[in-house]
């Protein structure tokens, strides 16, 4: 780590990570912390903000674009129709704008930094420009998105979704995963498992090192001993298609036969983009709170009772877990919710597959306190040895080192 205690990090990402309003705020700003353990850091986020943003504590450049196209990016369905007129579109073009490349070009000659790292596989249209060989550079993903989107387009065939998108977007989307990781010179995956697709996925894929998702464990505190009730909590994103589809499973399908036994039992929904269908489940059925976007998931994570994750697609790893644990709050969770982790069921957190399943183990907690309180120590323990920002910081210095030494003082730019 020593050798490293001098650089200079550049993150380029979508939009400035604070406020957190989700997963993928939290990596980004998670990323943000863990540079600092390397050096200096700078961030440039490419969507504009009404004011000028105040840098936080311990960053060095904190900037955003200027180009107002940039701003205000079409929704999801203008935004296919877009891509789709391009033999080589894709979503994710939407983020690119010849004024935002001249602009991160800028900060790069003006903050000279040693490594550029590009946040998410959508901003791969930046990296050309960047690839002279002058500096490190590295691309931080979220997922292993051409596997997520392969899965999702398998579901929305089934859904019965236009069949040209179902067909190309995952096709589209291996094409330019395949070209980001070709021009960096290491990549962070969130997990073994997003690390081995990628790995395998892509002949010309370069050091691939897992960074888990992290949290910042201190800030959460102690969850209170009483509490007014049985109080469910899923948070989440409801933009992203299995968080949305969660939140209805479990409104439709645990809430209700929970509450024949536990009157007290009430599900909050919280988070940024809640459906349609949500808030209609909210309207007719009793004990269903949609909050939309909050300030701070904190207090509603102190007022949880537990945490039942009923995810049955996605990639990477779950923040909600994570946050959940850092907290004391149990839960409750598929498989594929805790996907990435290194949990043990019965120990960390209870299984659940089904809707029954989920309602038998959420009565496991409702009449035994003790349960509830022991899985949310070993859980707690858990996350703070291996998921907190001072783990996270650790990894990242020691990659950067390796890659730094490994470039030596004439690298030259992939291809």
């Known amino acids: 780590m020593n050798g490293t205690r001098t650089l200079r990090s550049l993150l380029v990402t979508r939009s400035l990570p604070r406020p957190e309003h989700g997963g993928g705020e939290l990596r980004s700003w998670q990323t943000v912390q863990a540079l600092m353990h390397a050096g200096a850091v700078g961030v440039f986020g490419l969507h504009p903000e009404p004011r000028e943003p105040v840098a936080p504590p311990g960053v060095e450049l904190w900037r955003v674009t200027r180009d107002p196209n940039l701003a205000d990016t079409p929704g999801p369905a203008q935004a296919s129709l877009n891509w789709l007129r391009d033999p080589g579109g894709?979503?994710?073009?939407?983020?690119?704008?010849?004024?935002?490349?001249?602009?991160?070009?800028?900060?790069?000659?003006?903050?000279?930094?040693?490594?550029?790292?590009?946040?998410?596989?959508?901003?791969?249209?930046?990296?050309?420009?960047?690839?002279?060989?002058?500096?490190?550079?590295?691309?931080?993903?979220?997922?292993?998105?051409?596997?997520?989107?392969?899965?999702?387009?398998?579901?929305?065939?089934?859904?019965?979704?236009?069949?040209?998108?179902?067909?190309?977007?995952?096709?589209?989307?291996?094409?330019?995963?395949?070209?980001?990781?070709?021009?960096?010179?290491?990549?962070?995956?969130?997990?073994?498992?997003?690390?081995?697709?990628?790995?395998?996925?892509?002949?010309?894929?370069?050091?691939?090192?897992?960074?888990?998702?992290?949290?910042?464990?201190?800030?959460?505190?102690?969850?209170?001993?009483?509490?007014?009730?049985?109080s469910l909590l899923f948070p989440g994103q409801f933009m992203y298609p299995p968080n949305a589809e969660a939140a209805l499973y479990l409104a439709r399908e645990v809430l209700p036969p929970l509450r024949r036994e536990f009157a007290d039992a009430r599900l909050v929904l919280m988070g940024r983009g809640p459906t349609r269908a949500m808030v209609e489940a909210a309207e007719r059925g009793e004990g269903i709170e949609v909050t939309g976007t909050v300030p701070d998931v904190r207090p509603y994570l102190a007022a949880a009772s537990a945490m039942p994750v009923p995810l049955f697609e996605g990639g990477g790893t779950r923040f909600k877990v994570l946050e959940a644990f850092a907290a004391g709050v149990p839960v409750v969770s598929t498989a594929k919710g805790v996907e990435g982790l290194d949990v043990v069921p019965g120990e960390h957190f209870l299984p659940a597959e089904s809707a029954p399943e989920f309602v038998e183990q959420l009565r496991v907690l409702r009449l035994e306190d003790q349960r509830g309180r022991e899985l949310a120590a070993q859980a707690h323990e858990l996350v703070s040895e291996r998921y907190s920002w001072d783990a996270a910081g650790r990894t990242v210095a020691a990659a950067l080192e390796r890659l730094i030494r490994a470039r030596g003082a004439s690298a030259a730019p992939r291809t």
């Open 90 to 230: 894709h979503p994710s073009d939407r983020f690119f704008s010849e004024i935002g490349l001249a602009e991160v070009a800028a900060t790069v000659e003006e903050f000279r930094p040693d490594v550029v790292v590009i946040d998410q596989v959508w901003l791969w249209r930046y990296l050309p420009a960047l690839n002279d060989g002058s500096r490190a550079l590295v691309l931080n993903t979220h997922n292993a998105e051409a596997a997520l989107q392969a899965g999702m387009s398998a579901r929305r065939d089934a859904d019965g979704a236009p069949a040209l998108i179902v067909k190309l977007l995952p096709e589209r989307t291996a094409a330019l995963e395949a070209a980001a990781v070709a021009a960096v010179d290491q990549v962070w995956a969130c997990s073994e498992g997003d690390a081995r697709v990628l790995r395998e996925s892509y002949e010309d894929c370069p050091e691939t090192v897992v960074v888990p998702n992290s949290i910042d464990v201190r800030s959460y505190g102690a969850r209170p001993e009483t509490s007014n009730g049985f």
